[in-house]
């Protein structure tokens, strides 16, 4: 264990670092600071709120999209069976793809999406400009999977002093607004 400040050598069970004398952080105060953190500002847990309201909008806006352009793609095995022709492990890989794609394009060019419009919110950079092509890759990469998502989202509150960025988000040095 070392500490986050200085870097210096700790014990196991000390609180404090013996050198510079940081608070030593364990997992568990963070995970402590994270849910007190979200009791007692009720702006993060608006925040949140609409991030999960905008993306629900846009995945909905993303599978109709995919199912569609798939039903084009695949023609004859729609029309020999409308309702088997997705198959189940290629549908979500194709919507992954397609989320990818969508939110760089989206961000990159009007630094919202349909779902943060809905929401009023949009994504810059952490000194407030618009997000570059390489910015919006690296913080949409994550939604080509739910759980990877996830693990950005976590990773993100878990690790960032900012409770508002995603991991990527810190990675790539945006922020949503
Ligand atoms: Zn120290």
């Known amino acids: 264990m070392y500490c986050s400040k200085c870097g210096e050598k700790l014990d196991e069970n000390s609180k404090f670092c013996t050198k510079c004398g940081t608070p030593v952080t364990t997992a568990e105060t963070k995970a402590n600071n994270v849910v007190e953190s979200f009791e007692k500002d009720p702006q993060l847990q608006d925040h949140w709120i609409k991030r999960v309201i905008a993306y629900i909008i846009d995945s909905i ?27 189940v492990t290629s549908f979500p890989f194709a919507s992954g793809i397609a989320a990818v794609i969508y939110f760089v394009v989206a961000e990159t060019v009007y630094g919202t999406s349909i779902g943060k419009t809905f929401m009023m919110l949009k994504v810059v950079t952490v000194s407030g400009e618009k997000v570059t092509f390489e910015k919006a890759v690296i913080r949409n990469i994550s939604k080509v999977y739910p759980v990877l998502l996830l693990l950005d989202v976590v990773g993100g509150v878990f690790a960032t002093s900012d409770m508002r960025q995603k991991y990527s988000d810190q990675i790539a040095n945006t922020k949503v607004v």
């Open 61 to 87: 806006i993303i599978n109709i999209a995919t199912g569609i352009l798939l039903a084009v793609a695949l023609f004859p095995a729609f029309i020999a069976n409308p309702f088997g022709y997705i198959n």
